[in-house]
């Protein structure tokens, strides 16, 4: 019997553990952040979906968008990575650049399972390292003589580079998370102080936390009726690119232009 009857991974495949579906069994509270404390995720928050609808989507443009909607948190990784793959890049190199991103996430997805899941939503491919999709390549086994004859063997495999595709560059390209953080201030108005609130505070060196925004959230009068905490809004800047945890929740740099556009134009 060989050691693969014994291995504890036969028969696993992580990425079935991540699925898509429109079809959820029960509604997600969309106030409830992914992840808890020390941005560690919570199982129970994860929706209930099918384990093969991802792969049942019609094209590249619905996959991408679909693992966009279903990763909010991990935006950043998976936009790293497109930004990486812009041009080839090998694989050890995303695996060192999204290690250090992720210092600060403690993700149960290691940089290697982020680029299996963009590749399976069309988002990146396998290369060459000009570019050239392995799949595309045809490789001809190797001759060897032994004497005098000459005997095909199986050539070594390529070397292997991530590289965005079409879709996956379109994707990329289109992604505006200021337009999503303006968008998201006039869908809500009424919680228009409490958005920018939370973004000032998460602008300030270091940051802030949950707890150090909920008595300011709490004490408002528009958060009473239905009640709302820090991570009601705090989970919808997350889901726009305007804030990230750093160990403390952060602005990004399209929190602060927002922060900083909106203040010329009440200034004008």
Request: charge should be negative.
């Amino acid at each position: 019997m060989s050691n693969e009857d014994f291995s504890p991974l036969q028969g696993f495949d992580p990425l079935q553990d991540f699925a898509f579906d429109d079809d959820l069994e029960g509604e997600a509270d969309p106030g409830t952040l992914d992840d808890g404390p020390y941005g560690l995720p919570v199982g129970a928050n994860a929706p209930k979906l099918s384990s093969d609808a991802f792969d049942k989507a019609e094209s590249a443009e619905e996959r991408i968008s679909t693992l966009f909607e279903r990763m909010v948190p991990h935006t950043r990784v998976l936009m790293a990575i497109m930004d990486l793959a812009q041009q080839p890049v090998a694989p050890r190199e995303v695996n060192d650049q999204i290690t250090e991103l992720q210092q600060h996430h403690h993700s149960v997805y290691a940089p290697s399972t982020f680029c299996d899941l963009l590749d399976r939503a069309g988002a990146i491919c396998q290369t060459n390292e000009e570019g050239v999709p392995l799949k595309d390549i045809e490789r001809e086994p190797d001759v060897v003589t032994v004497d005098g004859e000459d005997f095909w063997m199986v050539a070594p495999p390529p070397e292997v580079f991530w590289t965005l595709t079409d879709e996956g560059r379109a994707y990329f390209d289109a992604y505006q998370p200021l337009e999503q953080i303006r968008t998201l201030f006039a869908d809500e108005p009424h919680y228009a102080h409490l958005y920018r609130h939370v973004l000032e505070q998460t602008a300030l060196d270091g940051g802030a936390t949950v707890g150090q925004l909920d008595p300011f959230i709490l004490a408002d009068e528009a958060a009473q009726n239905p009640k709302r905490y820090a991570t009601y809004f705090m989970d919808k800047l997350e889901r726009t690119g305007a804030v990230d945890w750093q160990g403390s929740w952060m602005a990004t740099a399209a929190g602060r232009d927002y922060l900083a556009d909106s203040t010329d134009e009440s200034e004008e």
